[in-house]
């Protein structure tokens, strides 16, 4: 008895075991190159946008020409995003052109370092799901307007060139905003002379060799920064910041009202009558702060502090 119980249980967890390693297999390979529709909403079901097809979160066009027009900075855009998003900022950037801001909605690409066994097995999973190949252009060729291509590259320069001039310039043509590479890029005078900004690691006189594409629209990891399929993502001469789709109406709320803070207090300062204490923070007077805070609400001109006359 006790014999065919043991040989019984060792059957159950033989059969246990095939089960979990089909399930594992089978969740694998739907992320390897990308995520399913019912994975990509999963993993954003908290989006308030439309979607993609496919699932990716889609911020509108007009979003983020607002925010454009905003130009908001990545300093300040990290406080509309709660604390316990705390891996959402990388910095340590080479840039294309100094100064300039990239704003747009986030296209994922991850590489991993190539291995022939590997790679077999990947290509034959790209092909099920109508890739073309495993190589840049592949990734290249789906972006669309709006869209931000950040390419996990692992920080590989030598060899992780993930685009020179020509391809840089369809980036650029395709989508008006640039690219962020966690590795390399060439020909990066030719590129500046396009107008388009980009984020590199560094740069190397050759192609791209011994990385393959191993995911596309799947979270991936800049450096300290994790990014999801369709965040907004805003890069400047600080870092880049990945702010999930349900925070971005907080975003402009309260940047709005934080310029709108700074305009009112410096007005106020310029009257020359005050400390810094009776209106930094909050102002103490309850008519100023009463004209303050319906300033924060309307931005109306006439709740300006007036000119002082003496």
């Known amino acids: 008895m006790k014999k ?48 993609f097809p496919g699932g990716r979160p889609m911020i509108p066009a007009a979003i983020l020409d607002t925010i454009r027009k905003m130009d908001i900075q990545v300093v300040e855009a990290i406080g509309s995003i709660p604390r316990e998003y705390a891996n959402q900022y990388e910095d340590g950037w080479k840039s294309i052109i100094p100064g300039k801001k990239l704003v747009g909605r986030a296209f994922t690409v991850q590489f991993m370092p190539s291995r022939p066994d590997l790679v077999a097995g990947m290509q034959k999973e790209a092909e099920k799901n109508n890739f073309t190949g495993l190589n840049n252009r592949t990734t290249i060729d789906m972006l669309q307007k709006d869209d931000l291509v950040i390419v996990d590259l692992y920080g590989k320069i030598e060899g992780g060139t993930y685009v020179g001039d020509k391809l840089s310039y369809y980036i650029w043509k395709t989508t008006g905003t640039g690219l962020i590479v966690d590795g390399g890029i060439y020909l990066t ?24 594409v191993s995911g596309i629209n799947v979270p991936i990891r800049i450096g300290k920064a994790v990014i999801m399929p369709g965040d907004l993502v805003i890069g400047d001469q600080d870092g880049i910041l990945a702010i999930p789709p349900q925070f971005v109406p907080k975003l402009i709320y309260t940047v709005t009202r934080d310029r709108r803070r700074d305009v009112w207090m410096k007005k106020a300062f310029d009257l020359g009558k005050y400390k810094s204490s009776d209106i930094y923070g909050r102002p103490k007077d309850p008519v100023l702060l009463k004209q303050y805070e319906s300033y924060l609400d309307s931005g109306d001109p006439a709740l300006l502090p007036k000119k002082y006359l003496k």
């Open 4 to 51: 065919l119980f043991r040989s019984g249980l060792k059957l159950s967890l033989t059969f246990l075991s095939l089960c979990l390693t089909v399930g594992m297999t089978t969740e694998a390979s739907a992320q390897l190159y990308n995520f399913t529709e019912e994975q990509m909403l999963n993993y954003t079901a908290k989006n308030p946008y439309g979607r």
């Open 189 to 212: 005078e030719n590129i500046s002379q396009s107008g388009m900004q980009a984020f590199y690691r560094g740069t190397y006189p050759g192609a791209l060799s011994n990385a393959t």
